[in-house]
């Protein structure tokens, strides 16, 4: 039996037969909160969804969200037997179980902030209830999911319906940085998939415009860093190569004469100076992605030349040596 109420709180009775009473405290606990003052995404078509205050698709059930938000919460019945046998993590948790049989008769275990239908889905694939699970689960859902995946090491116990699930959305990985990019990590770390987790890092060293967010998820500390440490490195030969070549055509060392140190430099501080990269106090690249500035200096404007004069000077020759590293080395990431 289904939704039994009992005293404002929802039972799910996925074994009647069940020894156990799992209880969700504070099943709608807003999740993943996107801050949007600390990165401001680039406004893409991608990025609008993303946008959306966080507490306004909580995946909340109709039942849920009517009950009083003191009593809110959530119970399962459940066999202890299934729940200790899908994960060597959730055998070892067996023990402390054991201490909590009430009068009742049964064990009484207890979670919180956790999403009731994401819970209800991984309890029905526990319990080997698989005309429960839903095939298609969105984005959002998923990262739930996972961390419920997460918290117990049930990898193997639902690997057939995760990679089912992330088949389905893995074609529209975003292609900037935003929440949605930051969920990606989040379930392609937990779920191990390799190639995923590659791309977004990889969209995030190029897009993201400042320091790596986890949106609250215990996304490792490694992959944060490799995010941010990846980024500041390119940034840094970005900059340094930018400023480089200003002061070269400014001292007559770059450019083949006078008027073409005029015209580039010209350009160069016009086109760019809205990135503040010139500025010597700016650090470098905090506020705007390194492929919008890469970008904006393959698209200089430069003056033409005047009279009859030619020569090889170009934009793409004088910002090779520096540009061409650092996407290669972007490239690398990929
Ligand atoms: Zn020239």
Redesign the pocket.
Known sequence: MENTYQTGVIMHEIDPDGDMILTLKNPCAPFAVWHEDDATPLPTSLDLSSQEPQGSDLNCSDEIIGLAPTSSAVTYRISSRHLSSASERSRKMRHQWEQKRESDGYFHISVEDWDSEALLAILNIIHLRNRQVPHEVSLEMLSKLAVIVDYFEFHEAVEVFSKTWIADLQGSLPTSYCRDLILWMWISHVFHEEDILKTVICTAVRHSLGWMEDLGLPIPEHIISQVDDRRREAAVQLVDGLRALKEGLQYGTK???Y??QCRFLGALIKGLDHFHVFDSTFEPLLGCGLTEVIKSTRQLRIPARSGRSS???TMNNLTYPFLGKVENDLRRLA
């Open positions: 450019a083949c004469s008027e073409c020569c090889d000077c």
